[in-house]
Each structure stands twice: as structure tokens, then as C-alpha cells.
């Protein structure tokens, strides 16, 4: 993290299944800065989430292995616990990025970035993609 320029992007999630969505919004968040941190919840984190018994499909090696081969990312770290509440106090980033469903103000992470001088930004979600939905549609054989 020392080593990466700034400023520093931090984002995080599942990313179970790359898609489109994913892609954009990566793209977007590294735009925002000079590095783009990516946490990935921990396949145990990831079950907590309530997404389905079945999830996540890929394991978290596999999920960031794909994940660092992006371009838009610089670098890969995991989180076990609900939130990255303690990573984002350890890592310091310049400016955490989340997707449009959340309301920053409301998460005590943008409060822990605020603390030290840092900001909070929601990216609006690429209509038409979710993991959830393609799941769906890959079950039911469309």
C-alpha cells in the first residue's frame, strides 16, 4: 500500500462473477485517483452476505486472481469481518467509492475517511447488470 501513488481509491465486495457492471465501475473508481485498492469479502464474509447458500460461486483465490488481472486495479486485499471498517483504519485511503445503492453518509466507513481528511463518493450503478440477476438467469437455463 506504501509503495502505490496517490491519491489512493479504496473499494470492496464480493465480485463473485465479473461482469460488465463490475468492469465500468471499477474503470470509473481508478479514474478517480492514481491507484484503485480493491478488499474482496473472504468466502465466509461473503456467505454472511444472505446472497444464497450457493455463494459465492468462485473462492476467494479465484475472485482475486481475476480481479488483480484487471487493469483499472492496482491492488488486491482481503476483509473477513462485515465491513472493512478496520482496513479502511488501517489502510488510510484517499477516497472510498461504493456502488450507487449506497448512502455514504450512512456508513461509519465514510466516517473513519472523513476523520483523516479523506472523502466518500457513491459511483451510480451500469443499469442492467447484477451477479444476482445473471445467477438467475443461468439457473433457470437462459
Do not use: C, W
Request: net charge positive; glycine share 8%.
Amino acid at each position: 500500500m506504501a509503495a502505490l501513488p496517490r491519491p489512493v481509491v479504496f473499494t470492496n465486495g464480493v465480485f463473485d462473477v465479473l461482469h460488465r457492471g463490475h468492469a465500468t465501475y471499477l474503470a470509473q473508481a481508478r479514474a478517480l485517483g492514481a491507484s484503485l485498492v480493491v478488499a474482496l469479502n473472504t468466502d465466509a464474509s461473503a456467505r454472511r452476505l444472505g446472497k444464497g447458500p450457493d455463494r459465492p460461486l468462485n473462492n476467494q483465490a479465484d475472485r482475486a486472481a481475476l480481479m488483480a488481472a484487471l487493469e483499472s486495479v492496482s491492488l488486491v486485499t482481503f476483509f473477513d469481518e462485515d465491513t472493512p471498517l478496520e482496513l479502511i483504519t488501517a489502510l488510510k485511503p484517499d477516497l472510498l467509492v461504493k456502488g450507487g445503492d449506497y448512502d455514504m453518509d450512512r456508513l461509519a466507513e465514510t466516517a473513519v475517511v472523513k476523520s483523516y481528511g479523506g472523502r466518500a463518493l457513491a459511483i451510480p450503478f451500469v443499469a442492467g447488470f447484477s451477479t444476482t440477476a445473471l445467477v438467475s438467469r443461468i439457473k433457470a437455463g437462459r
